[in-house]
Nanobody
Framework: QVRLVESGGGLVQAGGSLRLSCEGS????????MGWFRQAPGKERSFVAA??????????YYLDSVKGRFTISRDNAKNTLYLQMNSLKPEDTAVYYC?????????????????WGQGTQVTVSS
């Protein structure tokens, strides 16, 4: 069974940091682009960041509002994706999901991601 499992969420004060992890199992995701998405209460799931898979260059892509604050990375030897989140703001509060794309190049479209984790809650207090 193919699975992606997020961890590292929690409660943090504004200006603080969290590091999210997403561990894959059931297949190797090294050649797939991987992404992070988030969903706040009453809102649609939206793109946060993506990184390319091996064989598709070395690219990252970020939502404008998180550029300079969030960093996406991966450790293919561990089949794990990370999201380092610094200078967190209350508007970052959401359930964060990791996902694997059908393509190798980094993309933002939700429809192109075919494997999804169950999410981890991030709450930023003011």
């Amino acid at each position: 069974q193919v699975r992606l499992v997020e961890s590292g969420g929690g409660l943090v004060q504004a200006g603080g940091s969290l590091r999210l992890s997403c561990e894959g199992s059931g297949r190797t995701f090294s050649s797939n682009a991987m992404g992070w998405f988030r969903q706040a209460p009453g809102k649609e799931r939206s793109f946060v960041a993506a990184t390319s898979g091996s064989g598709s260059g070395s690219s990252t892509y970020y939502l404008d509002s998180v550029k300079g604050r969030f960093t996406i990375s991966r450790d293919n030897a561990k089949n794990t994706l990370y999201l380092q989140m610094n200078s967190l703001k209350p508007e970052d509060t959401a359930v964060y999901y990791c996902a694997a794309s059908r393509w190798g190049s980094a993309i933002s479209a939700t429809k192109d991601y075919i494997y999804w984790g169950q999410g981890t809650q991030v709450t930023v207090s003011s």
